[in-house]
Nanobody
Framework: QLQLVESGGGLVEPGGSLTLSCKAS????????LEWFRQAPGKEREGVSCVGLSGGSTNYAESVKGRFTISRDNAKNMVYLQMNSLKPEDTAVYYC???????????????WGQGTQVTVAS
């Protein structure tokens, strides 16, 4: 399993941008699909974006398409989420997760970070 640590969250005004980073430690980083989830207060954890093993395949939740971009750097054991045009409804704790394949089911992921808070407010 990987150990994952997120960073980059914070407070941003609507329309602003943030980039989240997730640093992985452990073996075989490039064998894992990596996904960003988020969880807002009182809501279930939802998949935001996933990147496949080589970074060539990505997918996004409809709510973030065109605004968020996921990427990975296998040489640095890093995954990123560039978030643009942020909206108040993007406010949540964002989690990085690693698993064998991209999925919206949290049970498909074996490694999780501790989460980073993103708050979008004026």
């Amino acid at each position: 399993q990987l150990q994952l640590v997120e960073s980059g969250g914070g407070l941003v005004e609507p329309g602003g941008s943030l980039t989240l980073s997730c640093k992985a430690s452990g073996s075989n980083f490039n064998y894992y699909a990596l996904e960003w989830f988020r969880q807002a207060p009182g809501k279930e954890r939802e998949g935001v974006s996933c990147v496949g093993l080589s970074g060539g395949s990505t997918n996004y939740a409809e709510s973030v398409k065109g605004r968020f971009t996921i990427s990975r750097d296998n040489a640095k054991n890093m995954v990123y989420l560039q978030m643009n045009s942020l909206k108040p409804e993007d406010t949540a704790v964002y989690y990085c997760a690693a698993g064998g394949f991209c999925s919206d089911d949290v049970y498909d992921f074996t490694s999780w970070g501790q989460g980073t808070q993103v708050t979008v407010a004026s």
